[in-house]
């Protein structure tokens, strides 16, 4: 991503987007799993996935927080 000898961006900023992206799609991907499991009627694998969907967006805010901090710093 070099523009006249200058990266647009630097390798940890976007090593924390790629992360960052990673898990939105994570956390929308649980939205699909949840719902197979309530047609099913499996409310612990309900819980189960809804725990794990919370964990990822507790782990997206975190990574956000990283990159903004990165992003006017150029590190933390």
Do not use: F, W
Not at 67 to 72: D, H, K, P, T
């Amino acid at each position: 991503m070099a523009m006249n000898g200058k990266q647009a961006i630097s390798n940890l900023e976007y090593d924390l987007l790629t992360v960052l992206k990673n898990k939105a799609e994570a956390i929308k991907g649980y939205e699909t799993y949840i719902q197979d499991a309530q047609q099913v009627g499996s409310q612990p694998c309900v819980q189960l996935l809804e725990k794990l969907q919370q964990t990822e967006i507790q782990q997206a805010e975190e990574v956000r927080t990283h990159l903004q901090e990165v992003m006017q710093k150029g590190k933390m």
